[in-house]
């Protein structure tokens, strides 16, 4: 499955982005998805992840309650809501799909097998 990432740009801090992923190749329902992101300087990490179906998501605690991420799969097409935006948010987000959980998601970006190259996310304070 190929995918592409867009709605990445430059925020003031309190703002809000929408960043967008889109996916083709394959059958998109068939993939659990998550948002990995790698600020400057610092490893890749892990930011949310959803289920095929959208009913179950999960969130690093940073972005909890700032952060919504959903899909529409009719659409082949995965979301992530950034709200009230932090200079610690800045860095290139990358989306990524994983085939191996039929009901579920993973917050360990090495069980991911297909990538986005990432679109870049800088808030300034």
């Known amino acids: 499955v190929q995918l592409v990432e867009s709605g990445g740009g430059l925020a003031q801090a309190g703002a809000s982005l929408r960043l967008s992923c889109t996916a083709s190749g394959r059958t998109f329902s068939n993939y659990a998805m998550g948002w990995f992101r790698q600020a400057p300087g610092k490893e890749r990490e892990f930011a949310a992840a959803?289920?095929?179906?959208?009913?179950?998501?999960s969130y690093t605690d940073s972005v909890k309650g700032r952060f919504t991420i959903s899909r529409d799969n009719g659409k082949n097409t995965m979301y992530l809501q950034m709200n009230n935006l932090t200079p610690e948010d800045t860095a290139v987000y990358y989306c990524?799909?994983?085939?191996?959980?039929?009901?579920?998601?993973?917050?360990?970006?090495?069980?991911?097998?297909?990538w986005g190259q990432g679109t870049q996310v800088i808030v300034s304070s």
């Open positions: 990524a799909a994983d085939w191996r959980f039929s009901d579920g998601y993973s917050t360990n970006q090495d069980t991911y097998n297909y």
């Open positions: 959803i289920s095929r179906s959208g009913a179950k998501t």
